[in-house]
């Protein structure tokens, strides 16, 4: 009986001295939790960002890589479908419904996001107005841009960021007679960055519109060598 006793008493010691390890997430640090962030989905980024204004800040201080994004405005009341594709094969798809929230979501999206391609159909005047008041800018490595209107299309080259590899878009998509060709290709800092590095290699395809290649080459005097 008193062996037991004494067995206790040692082991009631241990326990005494042994550290004590909250494990509650509220409990760990923030720099385990942007780990943990770091390693999640954007479903599960956007559900963590429900929980508390801490992890709302926490998630949004995150950038997230995307293998594609598309973006599609559906109807002139504003809506949005877009489609997110992760590097591990995993999808979010959202209908966005009327234009005031919708491109809310879409400048979260642009602001945290950095995509290999991106896609987007923009065309509905809402939009147009909204793209020029954004004052971000767009990561993306790949961009494709499908039945924009004409006249928003130079606004959206503006807002991507330096690094792009490769624009893609197509005359006869353009659903503006506005569409002002010398000023998509006016603005050569979206083409070639001053700091490439001499040997970079940058290829064009140019259906001739009005003009030549020559005429088109030649708002890159500056830049190319």
């Known amino acids: 009986m008193a062996t037991d006793t004494g067995n206790s008493l040692e082991m009631a010691e241990k326990l005494s001295i042994d550290p004590v390890f ?3 997430w509220c409990d760990m640090p923030a720099s385990v939790k942007l780990k943990c962030i770091r390693k999640m989905e954007f479903k599960e980024r956007l559900s963590m960002r429900c929980t508390a204004t801490g992890e709302r800040s926490l998630v949004d201080s995150q950038n ?13 009341d504003g809506d949005v479908q877009v489609s997110l594709y992760s590097k591990n094969g995993n999808k979010f798809s959202k209908n966005l419904r009327h234009s005031n929230g919708a491109f809310k979501f879409l400048k979260y999206i642009w602001k945290i996001g950095v995509f290999e391609k991106v896609i987007l159909e923009i065309l509905y005047t809402p939009y147009e107005r909204k793209i020029e008041k954004y004052t971000a800018e767009i990561s993306a490595k790949n961009v494709d841009l499908e039945f924009c209107d004409g006249q928003v299309l130079p606004t959206i080259l503006q807002k991507m960021r330096n690094g792009v590899e490769s624009i893609t878009t197509h005359y006869d998509s353009m659903i503006s007679s506005k569409f002002d060709f010398d000023e998509v290709i006016a603005s050569p800092h979206i083409w070639i960055d001053k700091s490439s590095k001499i040997g970079s290699t940058f290829q064009a395809s140019i259906n001739e519109i009005d003009g030549s290649f020559d005429e088109f080459l030649k708002h890159f005097a500056d830049r190319v060598v």
């Not at 997230?64 to 002139?76: H, R």
Request: aromatic share 24%.
């Open 22 to 24: 909250d494990t509650n």
């Open 64 to 76: 997230i890589d995307f293998q594609e994004g598309e973006f599609w405005t559906e109807s002139y």
